[in-house]
Nanobody
Framework: QVQLVESGGGLVQPGGSLRLSCAASGTIISLYAMGWYRQAPGKQRELVATKTSLGSTVYADSVKGRFTISRDNAKNTVYLQMNSLKPEDTAVYYC?????????WGQGTQVTVSS
């Protein structure tokens, strides 16, 4: 199985920046895709960004131009650089990876954007 450890969440002011990290460990055959989802209280979980092992990238329209996803395949780690943060970005952010055996989710890390 695959275990995911997320870090980097916290409290920031509007306009600030955070960088999230998600490191995968365990029995890893192949990580086809690594990405980030988020969920605010009372809302549906939504895609933020995802990146395949070949470099294809998808961003939610709401974060384009502000967030950047990157992968370090040697470290089995995916990052999310979040700039120009808005209060609407407040949510629990979840790492998700897709492997031969299916999908795996991290525990989530809280991001709060508030003055």
């Amino acid at each position: 199985q695959v275990q995911l450890v997320e870090s980097g969440g916290g409290l920031v002011q509007p306009g600030g920046s955070l960088r999230l990290s998600c490191a995968a460990s365990g029995t890893i055959i192949s990580l086809y895709a690594m990405g980030w989802y988020r969920q605010a209280p009372g809302k549906q979980r939504e895609l933020v960004a995802t990146k395949t092992s070949l470099g294809s990238t998808v961003y939610a329209d709401s974060v384009k131009g502000r967030f950047t996803i990157s992968r370090d395949n040697a470290k089995n780690t995916v990052y999310l650089q979040m700039n120009s943060l808005k209060p609407e970005d407040t949510a629990v952010y979840y790492c998700k990876v897709t492997t031969f055996g299916g999908d795996y989710w991290g525990q989530g890390t809280q991001v709060t954007v508030s003055s």
